[in-house]
């Protein structure tokens, strides 16, 4: 098959799939976005299911295309003008993720959604989160584009959108895709810690910083985590590939 961006797309395919397999996902909404140039981006189609998005599936958009929105096969609204101006006004940002997860989610619902450092997975956050707190409706301007993507400028990889869900920033889908599952598992620890009405056992800013800085020297593993993941796919369901 010699469709341009080949490698891009089944790899942005797999992740739509192990997010429906981890349940992130919700109904038909939530969008994955990946850069290949300058200007032009993948994107899931609108109202498609992730649990049945292939790589050929994905939308090749120009972030520069005013047009977009009248195609026939024209993203959701939504996701165009997050990621349009995401990818426009963030190159590094090459893979752009927004899902609503279960615990990142309800983490954004709290008055205080700080993700206090209290266990490693908490730790790889320190400094790496923006919260949101300015929740006016659905993002359906390019000035709501360009408000999130001057959030994101001085170098965080998670939006925490407060009342609404999540959105990361990556250099790879791998990568990015691994920022997202290690930060609802984060979440999910900090609510479950929550719910037992004990107090948290906070570390210090400098233990936080320090583990922040050797999950960075950890690279390969959201690497080979992606990798185990599609190889996974490439054995019980290699569908997301064609
Ligand atoms: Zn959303």
């Known amino acids: 098959m010699s469709t341009p961006h080949r490698a891009e797309r089944i790899d942005l395919a797999a992740a739509f799939r192990w997010f429906a397999r981890l349940d992130m996902h919700e109904s038909v909404a939530n969008h994955l976005s990946l850069a290949v140039d300058d200007t032009s981006f993948l994107i899931n189609p609108r109202g498609r299911h992730f649990a049945r998005i292939s790589a050929s599936d994905l939308l090749l958009l120009n972030s520069r295309d005013g047009s977009t929105l009248e195609r026939p096969d024209a993203p959701d609204p939504t996701a165009w003008y997050l990621h349009a101006r995401l990818h426009e006004k963030l190159p590094e940002a090459r893979c752009v993720m927004h899902l609503h997860p279960k615990y990142a989610t309800a983490l954004a619902c709290l008055k205080d959604p700080?993700?206090?450092?209290?266990?490693?997975?908490?730790?790889?956050f320190f400094g790496r989160v923006v919260v949101d707190a300015d929740f006016s409706g659905m993002?359906?301007?390019?000035?709501?584009?360009?408000?999130?993507?001057?959030?994101?400028a001085g170098g965080a990889t998670v939006l925490l959108m407060a009342n609404h869900g999540v959105l990361v920033i990556g250099p790879t889908v791998a990568r990015a895709f691994d920022e997202f599952y290690y930060f609802e598992r984060a979440a999910q620890t900090l609510l479950t810690c929550y719910s037992t009405g004990k107090e948290l056992s906070i570390v210090s800013d400098e233990i936080a910083a320090l583990t922040e800085r050797q999950w960075?020297?950890?690279?390969?593993?959201?690497i080979d985590h992606f990798d185990n993941l599609k190889a996974i796919l490439?054995?019980?369901?290699?569908?997301?590939?064609?």
């Open 114 to 124: 700080t993700l206090y450092p209290i266990d490693m997975n908490t730790m790889r």
């Open 216 to 222: 960075r020297e950890y690279g390969q593993l959201s």
């Open 139 to 152: 993002a359906l301007s390019d000035a709501e584009g360009d408000r999130v993507a001057g959030l994101m």
């Open 234 to 242: 490439d054995a019980e369901d290699p569908s997301y590939q064609h």
